[in-house]
């Protein structure tokens, strides 16, 4: 199978299946050992983060809150639309590259909300008691080895919400979702405009920050978002049944425009 002349992805590579993990065994153990670290630094971060928050403590009433609230938007389904008009319109010699684009979100993004429901994580703002409190009702509705297990820090990094037949969003904090689509949506874009990949990593940094700085992941989450999806999406791309599935699925019209692959 022959790359696809529309899409200039990296070069399939031709090493074995065994050479290639054996390669991807040293990344995959460092990855290990930086979320296990991380796992142990939750709690102090986001206690520090709350004891150094502007405007009382709430992380929606400062500068930095409103700023960093703007950089959302590149890990929602608002800006793929976005960037795929765009992509449509500037780049019509390659419109190809949308469906790669689409392809990938539309793996990473299951893959990732799968891990989320059946690690059941407790999100940080969700896993402090004076939230509980201010709903009617809801503390008396949680099972006891809950109330002792989340609530005996400020901010516990406790997993099992499934375990104890707790379903939810605010269950679902490991791995971040945003900071998942964000690093997808960034590695693909990077890989097909190079020139601006400094920007497009850069507004993952941001991402990943608005998740920590208001409250709904915890640093380990957003890390483990961030790595899951920057590995899935490289695999794919270097794929070559990826890369000819991504030609097969171009509509006819699109490819029929032809033009010179770009460097």
């Known amino acids: 199978m022959k790359n696809p002349p529309h899409h200039s992805f990296p070069s399939v590579s031709k090493a074995s299946t065994a ?16 979320l ?6 939750d709690t102090p971060v986001m206690t520090w983060i709350q004891d150094h928050r502007a405007g009382g403590g709430r992380p929606d009433n400062d500068i930095r ?11 929602k389904t608002v800006s793929t639309v976005t960037i795929c008009c765009l992509m449509l319109v500037l780049d ?14 539309g793996i990473v993004t299951p893959v990732n909300f799968g891990l989320k429901v059946a690690l059941g994580r407790v ?8 939230y509980y409190k201010r709903l009617d009702g809801r503390l008396d509705k949680l099972d ?26 605010r269950f ?28 497009f990593y850069a507004l993952v940094l941001l991402v990943g920050a608005e998740r920590i700085y208001h409250e709904a992941h915890y640093p380990s989450d957003v890390f483990a978002g961030c790595a899951l999806a920057l590995i899935l999406t490289r695999l794919l791309l270097r794929n070559a049944r990826f890369q000819f599935l991504c030609e097969r699925m171009t509509p006819a019209r699109w490819r029929s425009g032809g033009g010179a ?3």
């Open 36 to 41: 296990a670290l991380l796992l142990f630094t």
């Open 172 to 199: 679902q904090s490991f791995p971040s979702g945003h900071a998942a689509h964000a690093t997808a949506q960034a590695v693909v874009l990077a890989c097909f405009y190079p020139q601006l990949k400094a920007v």
């Open 144 to 169: 006891p080895r809950l109330k002792n297990t989340v609530f005996e820090s400020p901010y516990p990094t406790y997993f099992g919400g499934p375990v104890l037949g707790i379903q939810g969003n």
């Open 65 to 75: 809150s409103n700023f960093l609230g703007w950089s959302e938007l590149f890990a």
């Open 123 to 130: 999100r940080p703002e969700r896993a402090r008691l004076e």
């Open 19 to 34: 050479v290639r993990i054996l390669r991807a065994a040293p990344v995959v153990a460092a990855v290990a050992v930086a």
């Open 261 to 263: 692959a770009a460097p």
């Open 92 to 105: 019509a010699r390659r419109r190809s590259r949308i469906i790669a684009l689409l392809l990938i979100l």
